[in-house]
């Protein structure tokens, strides 16, 4: 499972600041080895997990764990110049409360840069085998009004939790700043894309998990 930061020409994208972000967050949450280390992040993630579905202006305590995160990182061009949040901050706070909420009771990495969001909607239709997935992520394609899409999002993300299913954060937050840019289309030219090609074929990754289920 590919899980490693993003590199030095990425380091400065939206997708690249979002991943390095919860790269560095997830190994320590994860880790058994530095107990004051997990505890920071179990608390981090706990703050965060309090925004998801819901806008930064709802939990000002949330947006500002936000901050702290990404701003080390994030260049200027990114960041808020008035009172409210810039379109890839907005972006930013969605994936990262999302992915803490992701993450809850985890015990493998949620973050993981080998799928797409879309890709691994797709696969959770297969291995749940429901007819309201599918609607649920057509729902996500259509909206353009940024509470629906996180409420779409919020409940996707919740079903993929169950099957404990990852995607590429860094790559979601790049997804949702562009949705609400010129670039829209491009972007849901490729979920679409990614959504077929991971309902009907599943990731090495996926086979794999599968196997191990039922032996």
């Known amino acids: 499972m590919n899980t490693v930061g993003p590199t030095e020409t990425q380091r400065k994208t939206i ?3 979002v991943g390095g972000a919860l790269s560095r967050l997830q190994h320590d949450y994860l880790s058994s080895d530095n ?9 981090v993630l706990a703050t965060l997990r309090r925004g998801a579905g819901t806008a930064p202006e709802q939990d000002l305590v949330t947006w500002q764990q936000t901050l702290e995160l990404v701003v080390p990182d994030l260049p200027e061009q990114f960041q808020g110049k008035g009172n409210d949040p810039s379109p890839s901050e907005r972006a930013v706070y969605d994936a990262l409360t999302l992915y803490a909420l992701h993450m809850q009771s985890q015990q493998k990495p949620m973050h993981d840069r080998s799928r797409s969001f879309a890709r691994a909607a797709g696969i959770l239709v297969a291995k749940r085998d429901s007819e309201s997935i599918k ?17 779409h999002a919020r409940g996707l993300i919740t079903l993929m939790r169950s099957e404990s299913i990852g995607f590429d954060y860094g790559r979601f937050a790049e997804d949702l700043y562009r949705l609400d840019s010129p670039r829209r289309n491009s972007v849901l030219l490729a979920w679409g894309r990614d ?5 009907f074929r599943q990731d090495q990754t996926t086979v794999n998990d599968s196997a191990q289920t039922t032996n």
């Open 15 to 17: 997708s690249g600041v």
């Open 35 to 43: 107990h004051a280390s997990q505890a920071r992040a179990r608390g």
């Open 135 to 151: 609607p649920r992520f057509d729902a996500l394609l259509m909206v353009k009004n940024p509470n629906t899409r996180r409420h």
């Open 195 to 199: 959504f077929a090609n991971g309902r």
